[in-house]
């Protein structure tokens, strides 16, 4: 069931929509703007209903605030107001709402303009899901892993949850390929995908093909230790696929290499730092014997490491895991 939110502050006004809509939409009703952008950055919704005149941050000004955050932007917003003038509505269109309504306003009318509005974002959102998918192995595609990371990360930064980035390439690929053609290599990279994508939490984490054999994955939510382990049973699960590998006399199949960081975030800083340090975690892999994973716990932002002592590096090959 598609989720509304209605952001007004009469709770007789509030009402009245829901009386309306309850049947065939779950309701979420909040009573400020300020209370209101919260809720819509949290809550998943294919419409807002949104009153103008409000105390404190207006409806244009809210609808300023919804337009300007990521998470928010592409939600469609009706504007419901007593301002029956030209230029507020002219205002409203151009800040981004969708439509604009008038008070008093028949049921008939709201209850046919929001499931026209709703129906056009299922149309869109799929069209967007379709942009954000790779093509050749039905992952998410870059654009998809930028937009899906950043909000995680924002998440993880509010609730002080661990976020680790890892970073896998098949190793030899380009010896692959041009041993058994590209159509093979389409396939192997299909098979390396699903394995991966099988071995993940679809609704918490997000893998995607990062770039021609290069993948990513983001455990969001599991200690350091854990997205170790995590990280190796993804590189299992290419090693038990048993593909054949182009260069037998180093390894018999199809193998990945992993490099992994892993933090409490705190800021885009750390996030930056925790892709160079995946980064370089899979170069330390793909020149240090391949097949395996190169991990790295970065250290709290707050803390000060002297230049010294680096942060601590774990390396786990054919699933001899440390001890933590």
């Known amino acids: 069931m598609d989720k509304i939110l209605v952001i007004d502050d009469s709770p007789v006004q509030t009402g009245f929509l829901c009386s309306i809509l309850q049947d065939d939409y779950e309701i979420t009703a909040c009573h400020t703007a300020e209370e209101g952008l919260e809720e819509a950055k949290e809550g998943n919704y294919s419409l807002i209903l949104l009153d103008v005149v409000m105390p404190g941050m207006d409806g244009f000004q809210l609808l300023q605030e919804l337009k300007a955050a990521e998470v928010t ?60 998918v790779d093509g050749l192995t039905g992952v998410a595609n870059r654009r998809r892993y930028e937009e899906g990371s950043l909000a995680r990360w924002r998440e993880a930064t509010r609730f002080g949850l661990p976020f680790s980035i890892c970073m896998f390439d098949i190793d030899k690929f380009k010896v692959y390929n041009d041993t058994f053609g590209h159509m093979a290599g389409d396939e192997c990279l299909k098979k390396v995908a699903a394995a991966l994508a099988s071995r993940i939490h679809q609704g918490r984490d997000l893998i995607c093909r990062f770039g021609g054999e290069e993948f990513q994955i983001l455990l969001y939510g599991i200690k350091p230790e854990d997205a170790l382990h995590a990280a190796d049973r993804l590189r299992q699960a290419v090693a038990d696929l048993k593909l054949p590998s182009a260069d037998r006399r180093t390894a018999p ?52 490491v002297p230049s010294s002592v680096s942060v601590t590096r774990c390396v786990a090959i054919s699933c001899e895991l440390p001890r933590f």
């Open 253 to 304: 199949y199809v193998t990945i290499s992993v490099g992994a960081s892993s933090a409490v975030p705190s800021s885009m800083e750390t996030y930056n730092g925790m892709i160079k340090a995946a980064d370089d975690e899979l170069y330390y892999a793909k020149n240090h014997g391949k097949n395996m994973v190169s991990f790295r716990e970065m250290p709290p932002e707050k803390e000060s």
């Open 73 to 132: 932007r592409y939600i469609p917003v009706i504007l419901i107001t007593s301002l029956a003038a030209v230029q507020y509505e002219e205002r409203g269109l151009l800040l981004g709402a969708v439509d604009y309504v008038t008070k008093p306003f028949k049921p008939v009318i709201i209850k046919a303009r929001v499931n026209a509005h709703i129906q056009l974002y299922r149309y869109q959102m799929q069209f967007k899901e379709q942009a954000m």
